[in-house]
C-alpha cells in the first residue's frame, strides 16, 4: 500500500514512515501467526497451496494495534469522509474493534458496528449492531480479514446498505488474489494491505 500523499496533518502513529514499520511488523506478525503453507480446501470449495487464518493475528495486542493504525491511516486517505467501519461477523469483528480505538486515540473517531450472519432471532431481528450510533446515509468502510472470492464481503455491502448506510470502501487485510476483488469492485472500490504475493511467490 502507497502511502504517498497522506494528510499533512495526521498524528505522529500515522506518519509515512510510522507506517511504512507498520506494515513490516504487521506482515511478519501475519506471517508467522497466521500463515500455513500446506494444502487446504476454502470455504468456496477451492483448493489453495496456502491457508491464511488472519484472526490468530488480530486478536493479538500487537495485531490490534498495528491493525488499527494501518487501517486508519488507509481510510483517511481513500475515504476520509468515512464516520463509521464494520463488516461480517467473525473476521471483521477485532478488525472494526482495532480501527476504531486508533481513529478515537488518532483524533478523528470512527464507531463501530457489526454484521451478523443471521438476523437477530429476538428483540430487533436485525442483522446490524451498533445503529444507535451511526445515521441514516452515512459513509462508512466495510472491513474485512481475508478475500477470496469476495461473498462475504459483498454480503457485508449488501446488508449495511439495506441497513441505511452509504458503503464508500472495502478494505481487507489480504486479498488471495483469486477473483474476489473483481467481485467486490462491482460494488464498492476495495482496497488490500496484503496480497498473495507477500506469501507466497
Not at 7 to 18: Q, R
Not at 28 to 34: D, R, Y
Not at 158 to 170: D, I
Amino acid at each position: 500500500m502507497s502511502q504517498a500523499a497522506l494528510p499533512a496533518d495526521l498524528p505522529a502513529t500515522f506518519t509515512p514512515d510510522k507506517l511504512e514499520g507498520a506494515s513490516r511488523q504487521l506482515l511478519a506478525l501475519l506471517t508467522q501467526k497466521s500463515f500455513q503453507k500446506r494444502e487446504v480446501v476454502l470455504s468456496s470449495g477451492k483448493k489453495s497451496n496456502f491457508y491464511i487464518d488472519c484472526k490468530q493475528s488480530s486478536l493479538t495486542a500487537e495485531g490490534h494495534v498495528l491493525i488499527g493504525q494501518l487501517f486508519c491511516a488507509a481510510i483517511q486517505k481513500h475515504a476520509p469522509e468515512a464516520k463509521a467501519v464494520g463488516g461480517l461477523t467473525l473476521g471483521a469483528d477485532p478488525l472494526a474493534s482495532a480501527t476504531a480505538m486508533a481513529s478515537y486515540l488518532g483524533g478523528r473517531p470512527l464507531d463501530a458496528f457489526l454484521i451478523r450472519k443471521e438476523a437477530k432471532g429476538h428483540g430487533t431481528e436485525q442483522y446490524l449492531e451498533g445503529m444507535s450510533n451511526l445515521e441514516a446515509g452515512m459513509p462508512v468502510v466495510i472491513l474485512e480479514d481475508v478475500v477470496t472470492t469476495g461473498a462475504s464481503t459483498i454480503k457485508a455491502i449488501e446488508r449495511a446498505r439495506a441497513g441505511g448506510l452509504n458503503v464508500v470502501l472495502a478494505l481487507t487485510l489480504v486479498d488471495r488474489d483469486e477473483g474476489g476483488r473483481q467481485a467486490v469492485e462491482e460494488h464498492a472500490p476495495l482496497l488490500a494491505l496484503f496480497t498473495r504475493h507477500d506469501f507466497v511467490s
